[in-house]
């Protein structure tokens, strides 16, 4: 079965510093992932995906993540964090089936002023 | 574009009350549909699937069942529910293809009294 795990209950960081959310799997076949990014009370919103091809792929607000097949890892980065980048992160893997999704149990960023 | 709306928004219902929550995508045929439930602000558990009209999959037993009466008609219900059934409820969509991107509806607040 396709798995994430997110090791960090919260991360904490001050503006203006680098971020890193991180995120393993543990797929069978090849892993499609992604990290979404969810505010209080709000859906969540996509911020990026890999599929295949390059390692490090590019998304929204800035983002980027780093993917690792040797190490099993698909680490969320922004270079310099803003307040607003305070919300819950998930990463996720699709399952084999019909587009299912399986999370992590989230990463909650605090940004510092 | 595409675009997901739920509703209503926020719900208050007492134990043993019916439920019904529903939601409509726009501008994509055929997608592939899903709800998950959220509890206690983090984790992730998707209850249902469907990949055409009245088509349902079920990942979790319990006191929910989905219907799509619509090709871009996701409905939620329950006949009585349970304290426990209080949550944050997430609809999404896939356009269908298999690496597709998995788009959030805004939610709908559930709190059983």
């Known amino acids: 079965a396709q798995s994430v795990a997110q090791p960090e209950d919260q991360v904490n960081v001050a503006e203006g510093n680098p971020l890193t959310v991180k995120c393993t799997y543990s797929v069978s076949g090849n892993p499609y992932l992604f990290w979404y990014v969810q505010y209080p009370n709000r859906g969540l919103q996509f911020l990026l995906k890999?599929?295949?091809?390059?390692?490090l792929v590019k998304g929204s607000y800035g983002f980027e993540a780093e993917f690792n097949k040797s190490q099993t890892s698909f680490h969320l980065k922004k270079p310099s964090a803003l307040v607003s980048d305070s919300a819950l992160y998930f990463c996720?893997?699709?399952?084999?089936?019909?587009?299912?999704?399986?999370f992590g149990a989230g990463t909650q960023v605090v940004v510092t002023p | 574009s595409q675009t997901i709306h739920q509703w209503p928004a926020t719900l208050v219902q007492p134990v043993g009350s019916p439920l019904s929550l529903e939601c409509t995508v726009e501008g994509t045929s055929n997608p592939n549909l899903y709800w998950y439930r959220q509890a206690a602000g983090r984790g992730l558990q998707l209850l249902f699937y469907s990949v055409g009209i009245g088509q349902i999959s079920s990942e979790v037993p319990q006191n929910l069942s989905a219907s799509r009466p619509q090709d871009r008609q996701f409905i939620l219900s329950s006949k009585k529910l349970l304290l426990s059934d209080s949550g944050f409820y997430l609809c999404?969509?896939?356009?269908?293809?298999?690496?597709?991107?998995?788009?959030f509806g805004p939610g709908t607040r559930l709190t059983v009294l």
């Open positions: 999404a969509y896939t356009r269908g293809g298999f690496t597709d991107t998995q788009y």
């Open positions: 996720a893997v699709r399952d084999n089936s019909w587009g299912k999704l399986q």
């Open positions: 890999y599929i295949t091809g390059d390692n």
